[in-house]
């Protein structure tokens, strides 16, 4: 199925339930910061494989433990379902886990 082109309309109430997300200079953008190198370029490799799976390709850098990624799809000259599709793979690779919250705020008996 091919990209579909979205309108500024269907861009703006995704981007409400896209977490993290924001756009800049037309492109979605998101900014994540991990614990350590390895962390941060274990993610982009897992990334890498979703993105090669659906045929569609972050810009993206990495230095040390942050990543900085763009989605835009090349073929319709804008932002496109799939980089949603894609901006929610992300966000599942780079937060796995929601925190942790115990009973009584973490303190012992």
Same mark, same amino acid.
């Given at each position: $199925?091919?990209?579909?082109?979205? !309108?500024?309309?269907?861009?703006?109430?995704?981007? !409400?339930?896209?977490?993290?997300?924001?756009?800049?200079?037309?492109?979605?953008?998101?900014?994540?910061?991990?614990?350590?190198?390895?962390?941060?370029?274990?993610? $982009?490799?897992?990334?890498?494989?979703?993105?090669?799976? $659906?045929?569609?390709?972050?810009?993206? !850098?990495?230095?040390?433990?942050?990543?900085?990624?763009?989605?835009?799809?090349?073929?319709?000259?804008?932002? !496109?379902?799939?980089?949603?599709?894609?901006?929610?793979?992300?966000?599942?690779?780079?937060?796995?886990?929601?925190?942790?919250?115990?009973?009584?705020?973490?303190?012992?008996?």
């Amino acid at each position: $199925m091919p990209a579909k082109k979205l !309108s500024e309309a269907e861009i703006k109430t995704l981007l !409400s339930k896209a977490k993290g997300w924001s756009l800049v200079n037309g492109k979605l953008h998101r900014e994540f910061t991990c614990d350590n190198f390895v962390t941060a370029f274990g993610n $982009m490799t897992r990334v890498a494989l979703v993105a090669e799976a $659906m045929n569609h390709h972050p810009e993206w !850098s990495n230095v040390w433990n942050k990543v900085v990624i763009d989605l835009h799809t090349h073929s319709v000259k804008g932002i !496109s379902d799939f980089d949603f599709v894609l901006a929610d793979k992300i966000n599942e690779i780079f937060e796995p886990f929601p925190p942790l919250r115990l009973p009584g705020g973490g303190k012992g008996q």
